[in-house]
């Protein structure tokens, strides 16, 4: 898949240090250049010092998505720089509470929407007419969590979904300006931060990290969890022009351990 974003501006908001870094990497990897935008500002300059050893084209725009100002700024400093924008991949989410939605305060999944949701959407609109110019795409990450009523991911299915059909009713609505828009849904990512995690579960149980991976992956039909770059290759195929006629799907990345 070599160049299959080649000469492609990208900009990926809700830069992290798992899917986010695996995002910008691997779109830098196939040609882009890349805008990086999250609220940390020493890690957007790590990855962005990354893609530029290996030869690659980046920028860090420190941003606050549930800012008007600084997504405007984000907008102007992209467009100023490049010239355009072709893709834009919204990666920025709310940790889950973890509590059932009986014990979840308002408060709380009200933030949770505001960065998730209302952030995502205010990326879309400033890009909109970038992205009409250039008949660009639209990738929103979303969460297997919409596949499941598991307790306790309440407030982040109740978040997750509310994404996932705002997604949906902007590819109707932007379809006639040649914006695509999809969405991935991956499962356990396999990174640093589930690593820490399942070490945890072990810890707890009195069992080891591989049999908490073992007994989590023999729920999927591949027997193992996908690893952050298997995620965000799915989402740069649905920016890509190989999928030009594909918006408003769905797209799950998670081993088989749901089917759509």
Known sequence: MSGLLQGKVVV????????????????????????????????????RDEIHGRGGTALAVPTDITDDDQVDNLVRTAVAEYGGVDVVINNAFAMPSMKSLART???????????????????IKAFTEALEASKGSIVNINSMVIRHSEPRYGSYKLTKSALLAMSQTLATE??????RINSVA?????????????????????????????????RSDLKRLPEPDEIARAALFLASDLASAITGHTLDVNCGEYHD
């Open 186 to 218: 991956p499962g356990y990512i396999w990174d640093d931060q589930l690593k820490w995690y399942f070490g945890e579960v072990a810890k707890k149980y009195g069992i080891t990290p591989e049999q908490v991976y073992e007994q989590t992956a023999s």
């Open 174 to 179: 932007l379809g006639d300006k040649g914006i």
């Open 105 to 123: 305060d308002f408060e709380q999944i009200a933030s949770s929407i505001d960065l998730t949701v209302l952030g995502t959407l205010r990326v």
């Open 12 to 47: 990926v908001s809700g830069v992290g240090p798992g899917l986010g870094k695996a995002l910008c990497l691997q779109s830098a990897a196939h040609g882009a250049t890349v805008v990086l935008a999250a609220r940390t500002e020493s890690r957007l300059a790590e990855i």
